[in-house]
């Protein structure tokens, strides 16, 4: 992958000044799990990185199969799941958890490098409470997590 970094990974907006938040983070001790799937070792690591550092939980998984038994295993808060996986996709594997009983109650933000129209109405059909696209921008990501895990009323200035 010539030119790729990890930096890339996580957009920018082009124009941006020295404070980027538009609101204040809401700051966590670790009470949040995030369940991270995806195939991509990097797309893992990059996002289980950030998200530590804003004291969320992680669990990871490489495909569906795997997120669904971490799923039921260790119920996370919310999971990110990508589309374009090997074996089982993203879009399966949502569907499974969304009409398991011991799973319907867990909230997925599909990840994707497709924004296509008919891709993000499909996600809200499957069940899943928001859509993320690749390459991911912090200051939408989140945002996403709070909103999905109700935390506003917890911002501290």
């Excluded at 199969?65 to 996986?85: N, S």
Aim: hydrophobic letters at 40%.
């Amino acid at each position: 992958m010539e030119g790729f970094s990890l930096k890339n990974l996580f957009s920018r907006p082009a124009a941006q000044t020295t404070d980027r938040r538009k609101h204040p983070r809401v700051k966590l001790s670790g009470e949040y799990t995030v369940l991270i799937v995806d195939d991509s070792k990097t797309v893992v690591h990059a996002l289980k990185m950030v998200l530590e550092q804003a004291g969320y939980n992680t669990l990871t998984a490489t495909g569906g199969e795997q997120a669904i038994e971490l799923a039921r295993q260790q119920k996370p808060d919310v999971v990110l799941m990508d589309v374009i996986m090997p074996g089982m996709t993203g879009f399966q594997a949502t569907r499974i958890l969304h009409k398991d009983p011991a799973t319907a109650h867990i909230p997925v933000v599909i990840i994707s490098a497709s924004e296509q129209p008919s891709e993000k109405a499909w996600c809200k059909r499957l069940g899943a409470k928001g859509f993320l696209p690749k390459p991911i921008q912090r200051g939408k990501l989140f945002p996403c997590l709070e909103d999905i895990l109700n935390l506003d009323e917890m911002v501290q200035a």
